[in-house]
């Protein structure tokens, strides 16, 4: 992957471009020259959010990772709560709304964040031009969306040293004739550097896109990976997230080459218990076609005691998301 994909741009907060130019945008002709014009000249698409950190002592082993995608995040405290009871001190998040009507016009990563006690970093993966689907409508709260925002987040009880945004294609998958969506963007990753006690870790929150095949989510692992290396060197690595794996076979995940390129560059693969699957009915993926599995963890240098599922239902019965959480037990630095 070239470095113009990875965004080092930071601030400490991100806003969405005004009504105006949102409408003229969801008016283009969707052809691959608009939508590559689009997502370069939107600043909202080119940065991380990443305010200030409050300086945290370094990371502890046994160190808890808990990777989850959230389906935008409907229930904020219900979801912390959910992170808290697993003890992480470091968490990828992914498909985290901010500033959408379906969601309360939250900034939902950064919410989960002040529950936690946690920094955070927040990239924007797609500008939404409108509501959300048709059976999100019914949550909204506005007729409009403040921002716009949907995307991936790290959390971590400590600093975030130097955070990004990597970019894992330019290739409008969802800006095209077929494709119901109204939205600018790509698949991305938020990457940064934590101190534990034991030296530099480095964190990365990915989603990959399920609008491709096998090969193209290999295209996307080995991109990641080259920019990982270019960025980090050779510090151990936690890459966690949505890998939207099998969904191209059937749910046959041995199917995605994505796995063994991993291996090759010298990662491990981490999945809780290798037949259960991390998906699930939700308020908004109603009527799934089946279960999948296609949250994992690949890691690099770190010394792995064991990998978990934890269900996204609430005590009281709520599906919090259509994906559960997978946590992963780091014992040390190898």
Same mark, same amino acid.
């Given at each position: ?23 003229? %945008? ?15 000249? /939107?600043?909202?698409?080119? &940065? ?30 219900? @979801? ?74 790290? %959390?971590?009880?400590?600093? /975030? ?5 990597? &970019? ?14 109204? &939205? *600018?963007?790509?698949?991305?990753? *938020? ?16 989603? %990959? ?15 990641? *990976?080259?920019?990982?290396?270019? /960025? ?6 936690? *890459? ?42 939700? &308020? ?7 279960? #999948?599995?296609?949250? #994992? ?9 064991? @990998? ?27």
């Amino acid at each position: 992957m070239s470095l113009d994909l990875v965004k080092p741009a930071q601030t400490a907060a991100l806003s969405g471009p005004p009504q105006q130019e949102r409408d003229r %945008l969801a008016t283009l002709e969707r052809t691959e020259a608009n939508h590559a014009a689009a997502l370069a000249g /939107l600043a909202c698409l080119q &940065r991380v959010e990443a305010p200030a950190t409050v300086p945290g002592a370094p990371l502890a082993f046994p160190l808890t990772v808990a990777t989850w995608n959230l389906e935008r995040c409907y229930a904020v405290e219900k @979801s912390a709560a959910r992170i808290a009871e697993q003890g992480a001190g470091l968490v990828l998040l992914s498909e985290v709304d901010n500033g959408m009507a379906r969601t309360g016009q939250r900034h939902t990563s950064r919410d989960v964040a002040a529950e936690l006690g946690m920094n955070y970093a927040f990239g924007v993966e797609f500008l939404e031009l409108e509501l959300g689907a048709e059976v999100e409508l019914e949550f909204c709260t506005d007729d409009f969306n403040r921002h716009g925002f949907h995307g991936n987040a790290l %959390l971590a009880h400590t600093s /975030l040293q130097a955070p990004v945004m990597i &970019r894992l294609e330019a290739h409008g998958h969802w800006f095209t004739p077929e494709t119901p969506a109204k &939205r *600018i963007g790509t698949r991305c990753a *938020i990457a940064a550097a934590v101190m534990t006690e034991a030296g530099p870790l480095y964190a990365v929150s990915v989603h %990959l896109e399920n609008r491709g095949d096998a090969t193209y989510r290999e295209t996307q692992v080995r991109g990641l *990976i080259d920019a990982i290396d270019q /960025l980090a060197g050779d510090i151990p690595v936690i *890459i966690g997230g949505d890998l939207n794996t099998g969904l191209a076979d059937n749910g046959d995940f041995e199917k995605e080459t994505l796995f063994a390129h991993a291996s090759d560059r010298g990662f491990e693969r981490h999945g809780g218990p290798i037949g259960q699957m991390t998906t699930r009915p939700s &308020r908004v993926s109603r009527n799934p076609r089946g279960t #999948w599995k296609l949250d #994992w963890f690949l890691t690099r240098g770190v010394e792995v005691t064991s @990998s978990r599922i934890v269900t996204s239902v609430a005590p009281d019965g709520e599906v919090l998301s259509d994906h559960d959480m997978v946590v992963l037990e780091v014992a040390g630095l190898k």
